[in-house]
């Protein structure tokens, strides 16, 4: 996050002036992705499409307690 900056995601990262906003009182880069509705589930469908990386957030995700 301190390198990259922060990435915003989903539709109300469309709002007016957020980016420059959490810029400003954050001090980090903030970047807008160009289709941010669509990130969750392009993210979800490349997770889903490799599989020893689900098997690792499963696990991580059990072991957490996050799982039932």
């Known amino acids: 996050l301190l390198e990259q900056g922060l990435f915003l995601a989903g539709g109300l990262s469309r709002l007016r002036g957020l980016d420059s906003y959490l810029q400003q009182h954050l001090s980090m880069p903030v970047h807008l992705l160009e289709e941010p509705e669509l990130a969750v589930s392009r993210g979800l469908s490349r997770l889903l499409q490799d ?3 689900l098997e690792a957030l499963v696990k991580s995700q ?3 307690g ?3």
């Open 51 to 53: 599989g020893p990386q």
């Open 62 to 64: 059990a072991l957490a």
């Open 66 to 68: 996050r799982l039932g």
